[in-house]
């Protein structure tokens, strides 16, 4: 079970630091103080913080079921955050690329 909360961790944190990442760089970044942004550094620390505690997942398991698992799952977030928080398109497209990935975690998982 604690393992699984760190994958979870981790997922979240990388996640959150990519939509961190947008905030900071939405708008001009030409002046100096646009570097110093909260959200700039919230998402340095998210990343420092996945990169920690996906370390640790990795001695847990499998990395061939892992690391997909994970990217897939960040992918599926990211998606879905950058619709809701910055109005991205949600497409057809982009649903059935989040249905094939999860498709294809369910069938890495079955094979572990």
């Not at 905030?23 to 110093?36: D, N, P, S, V, Y």
């Not at 990795?58 to 799952?73: E, F, K, N, T, W």
Request: some cysteine.
């Amino acid at each position: 079970m604690k393992s699984l909360i760190l994958v979870i961790l981790a997922v979240c944190c990388n996640a959150g630091a990519q939509v961190a990442l947008k905030q900071a760089a939405m708008g001009e970044l030409g002046h100096w103080q646009a570097w110093f942004k909260p959200s700039l550094f919230l998402g340095a620390g998210l990343y420092v913080t996945s990169f920690i505690v996906t370390v640790k997942v990795y001695a847990d398991y499998d990395l061939s079921l892992i690391s997909p698992v994970m990217a897939g799952a960040i992918f599926v977030l990211v998606t879905i955050a950058a619709h809701f928080l910055f109005a991205e398109s949600l497409s057809f497209s982009k649903l059935a690329g989040i249905a094939c990935i999860v498709a294809g975690i369910a069938l890495l998982a079955r094979g572990h």
